[in-house]
């Protein structure tokens, strides 16, 4: 089943003189349980496609299709819940609140959802963090995790609400080899798992081989794909 199409896809910046295209008539399409890798140099459009497949900004051109719906089409209500239950998202930085404790932050989601329960947020929570191997840091706050801690609470948070597309922007980047290794098989569990569409943006090599499809980008432009839809 196709996940994700695009057609002829563009996303320009800026007005006038100053104006700069960072996706430019970008068509392809993404099936439901593919692990795609997105590569190019820095500057080539991959975080911005992927801010536009995860609904994060819908000022594009050309046709966005992601689960069925046209994200230009939705309202801003309609966007955060399709962004809160739709997409899961992990980033280099990962985004945790400081001031929350590593419980509070995995149960954030369910708070702009009723998909789950106060105490089933709980639970799969506690699951979770059981899962990525942090059953002790509950109640402790991000700040006084290691990166690699603070990346596997992140996953963890990401897969609260069963998304079927999980969109990761250089998530090993801040990481040591090991731990990288650990997050990226975590990753191909999930995927097998649940049948999750996983995306992820790298400029590891190495990281890029372990997905099914590769494309890369270049001047905004999709100028290589390895293979069609798995």
């Given amino acids: 089943m196709t996940l994700i199409v695009a057609d ?6 800026g007005r006038g003189g100053d104006r700069v295209q960072a996706l430019v008539d970008v068509t392809l399409e993404i099936s439901a349980g ?15 496609l992927l801010r536009l497949m ?17 994200l230009r089409g939705l309202g801003d209500s309609d966007l955060s819940r399709f962004r809160n239950t739709r997409v899961g998202f992990v980033f ?35 699951s979770l963090l059981e899962r990525v191997g942090l059953t002790d840091k509950w109640d402790t706050a991000p700040l006084k995790l290691s990166g690699g801690e603070r990346q596997r609470v992140a996953i963890a948070r990401a897969l609260l609400l069963h ?6 922007d250089e998530p090993t980047g801040a990481l040591d080899e090991e731990t990288a290794a650990d997050v990226l098989d975590l990753f191909e569990e999930v995927r097998a798992e649940r049948n999750s569409t996983l995306i992820v943006v790298t400029h590891d090599h190495s990281i890029a081989a372990r997905a099914q499809r590769t494309i890369r980008l270049d001047g905004g432009r999709l100028v290589s794909d390895d293979g069609a839809s798995a």
């Fill in 8 to 13: 002829k896809l563009g996303r320009t910046f």
């Fill in 34 to 48: 593919e692990h795609l890798a997105i590569i190019g140099r820095s500057g080539a459009g991959k975080s911005t």
């Fill in 54 to 70: 995860g609904a994060l900004d819908t000022g594009y051109t050309g046709s966005l299709r992601v689960d069925g719906r046209e």
């Fill in 92 to 126: 280099q930085a990962f985004n945790l609140l400081p001031n929350l404790t590593v419980g509070a932050n995995l149960v954030l989601p369910a708070f702009f959802s009723d998909a789950l329960s106060e105490s089933e947020a709980e639970k799969r929570a506690r």
């Fill in 163 to 168: 998304p079927p597309v999980l969109i990761c």
